[in-house]
């Protein structure tokens, strides 16, 4: 059994290699671009940027 899956950067299209035991709604740092990608599902493994946090200014 492997213990890294492999998904697609969705910024630059290169293949990049995951924990087997990533979770939806994870973040993970791009090795192709830096960028923070968010997990969105498992079957297949799809990347989304991740998007940014604004503050909450107790609003």
Not at 2 to 21: N, Q, V, W, Y
Not at 39 to 59: H, N, R, Y
């Amino acid at each position: 059994m492997s213990d890294t899956i492999t998904a697609e950067d969705p910024l630059s299209g290169e293949e990049i290699d995951l924990p087997s035991d990533v979770e939806v709604g994870e973040i993970i740092d791009s090795p192709a671009t830096g960028a923070e990608l968010e997990v969105v599902s498992l079957d297949p493994v799809t990347l989304e940027e991740a998007p940014e946090l604004e503050e909450d200014w107790g609003e």
